[in-house]
Nanobody, 115 residues
C-alpha cells in the first residue's frame, strides 16, 4: 500500500513562496499520476495540480501561472513550487494518486498566507 508524506508548509506573507514535497513509499512511483490537493476547515480535498507519468501537468485556474508541479522519480518525490502566494491559498495541502485519490491520505502540510 502506498504511503504518502507531505512536508514544506509554513507561514508566509502574501506574494511569498513555498516549496512542498510529497514522498511516496511502497509502490512503483514512476508509474503513478500524482496530484496535489488542498483542504480548508470544513471543506473537501480540492484538486490543485496534477503530474502524470510523462511529466505532463495540469493546474486549476486559480493557481495557473503561480504554482509549478514537478517530480523526481529517483527520489519518489513530487514537488509543488508555489509563488505569488495569496491569502486564499491558505489550506492544508495533500498529495494523492489519481484517479480518485485512491491512496490513504497523509497528514498533509499546513500552508498559511498572512501578513
Amino acid at each position: 500500500q502506498v504511503q504518502l508524506v507531505e512536508s514544506g508548509g509554513g507561514l508566509v506573507q502574501p506574494g511569498g513562496s513555498l516549496r512542498l514535497s510529497c514522498v511516496a513509499g511502497g509502490t512503483n512511483f514512476r508509474d503513478l499520476t500524482i496530484g496535489w490537493y488542498r483542504q480548508v476547515p470544513g471543506g473537501q480535498h480540492d484538486l490543485v495540480a496534477i503530474i502524470n507519468t510523462i511529466h505532463s501537468t495540469y493546474y486549476v485556474d486559480s493557481v495557473e501561472g503561480r504554482f509549478t508541479i514537478s517530480r523526481d522519480n529517483v527520489k519518489n518525490t513530487v514537488f509543488l513550487q508555489m509563488d505569488s502566494l495569496k491569502t486564499g491559498d491558505t489550506a492544508v495541502y495533500y498529495c494523492n494518486i489519481l484517479p480518485n485519490a485512491r491512496a490513504p491520505w497523509g497528514q498533509g502540510t499546513q500552508v498559511t498566507v498572512s501578513s
